[in-house]
């Protein structure tokens, strides 16, 4: 999860927690010994820890690399696993949102990954490490906010762990679902001709997220709005299942992180490549309006604006009339977004029809790209 986007110099004066340069994460040589965090990036990390992870493969169906770890079957269900950690100033800053709606937060992006694999969310653990002289009531508003978005999908808490911290609110969810193994959706089943959906608007939190900051300015009407996509995400868990259940997708990721960065790591664990359509991202009109006042386009918040938590997926083309029926018959939107193709990489077509190779683009720790 990506949060309130702090600067990578921010990020990184937060892990040199001695301030002396010293600990694993500081320094700045480039040679192997001294290579900082900085340099692999979130992402390159994660994959340089991938090998030797797994001692007994028994049971293990996926492990890193998906929104979920899947294990199982045990009967005919396979269990999703997902955590997520919300720390103060990396992802959230002192008096940004209220209590509550990081509390629905927290629990709404793991919720997104469940989501992402066609599950149904069950059970919550959640592990908090509290600073010294926190109020009462802001730890209650979090439960309440907490309790708010499970009770919207009957999850229960069963556990977790309570610390004392002595920088800032820590807090971090497991979430376990579970599903029919035959319907799990992953990020490595697309291929060239498939269909790429997404299941709604892009780029509202991101410009949600510019008005909280205070960089940027829009219409009292439409604010809220945005403002409301940032803070109170609602993960689509039922048009997830419904596409799941289906059948007739091949791939699903949540966008957490930007659309290209997300459909980055589909590509890259499919090994295929993307063409997107610019005129058709799915864009509010509260968006347009934000980035008329604020001279932007629209678009490009669009491409790698995070924390949408839309769901995005492939759908081979032989299936895609049976799957937009079905998800419209229930209500739900679902927007064609371009195709998959052989070659690798991202390329984007302009409403002219000239297209342009676009490099992923999103929220990484540490990257340098970010912003
Ligand atoms: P998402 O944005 O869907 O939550 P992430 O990008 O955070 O996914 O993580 C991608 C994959 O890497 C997931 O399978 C996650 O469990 C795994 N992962 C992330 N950080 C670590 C870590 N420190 N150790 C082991 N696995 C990790
Ligand atoms: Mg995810």
């Known amino acids: 999860m990506q949060g309130d986007r702090l600067s990578p110099a921010q990020c990184r004066r937060l892990l040199c927690t001695d301030g002396k340069g010293k600990g694993t994460f500081s320094g700045a040589a480039m040679s192997q010994e001294t290579k900082t965090i900085d340099h692999l990036g979130e992402f390159g990390f994660i994959r340089s820890i991938m090998k030797g992870c797994i001692q007994n493969s028994e049971r293990v169906i ?35 949102k209220s209590f509550r709606d990081l509390g629905a937060k927290t629990v709404a992006v793991n919720l997104s990954d469940i989501a992402a694999m066609g599950g149904v969310p069950r059970h919550l653990f959640l592990s908090i490490a509290i600073p010294k002289g926190m109020l009462i009531e802001d730890l209650s508003q979090l439960y309440a906010g907490m309790n ?17 911290s002595s920088d800032g609110l820590f807090i971090n969810i497991t979430l376990i679902g579970e599903a029919d193994p035959r319907a799990v959706l992953y990020r490595n089943g697309a291929s060239p001709g498939d269909t790429v959906y997404v299941t709604g608007a892009l780029g509202n939190a991101q410009a949600g997220l510019h008005l909280l900051t205070g960089k940027m300015r829009a219409p009292h009407e439409i604010s809220e709005q945005l ?20 059948l007739l997708a091949s791939a699903m990721i949540d966008i957490s992180d930007g659309l290209t960065s997300d459909l980055g790591h589909l590509c890259e664990e499919s090994a295929v490549g993307a063409r997107l359509f610019e005129e058709r991202l799915p864009l509010s009109e509260e968006l347009k309006i934000f980035c008329r006042v604020n001279n932007l386009d629209p678009r490009a918040i669009a491409l790698s604006g995070g ?64 912003p």
Not at 63 to 82: E, K
Not at 148 to 164: I, K, W, Y
Not at 227 to 246: D, F, K, M, Y
């Open 62 to 96: 996926r492990g890193i690399g998906d929104d979920c770890a899947v294990i199982g079957p045990y009967g005919n269900r396979v269990f999703l696993i997902t955590t997520d950690l919300l720390m103060e100033h990396v992802h959230f800053l002192p008096g940004r």
């Open 148 to 164: 708010e978005m499970c009770g919207l999908h009957r999850v229960n808490l069963l556990g977790g762990d309570t610390s004392a």
């Open 227 to 246: 403002i409301v996509a940032h803070n109170r995400p609602q993960p689509r868990v039922e048009t997830g299942r419904l596409i799941a259940e289906s």
């Open 307 to 370: 924390e949408d938590y839309e769901l995005l997926f492939t759908v081979p083309e032989k299936n895609a009339y049976s799957l937009e029926r079905q998800v419209k018959s229930k209500g739900y939107q679902i927007f064609k977004l371009g195709e998959i193709v052989r070659e690798r990489g991202l390329h984007l077509v302009s409403s002219e029809g000239r297209e342009r190779q676009i490099n992923p683009s999103g929220f990484n720790h540490f990257s340098r790209e970010s």
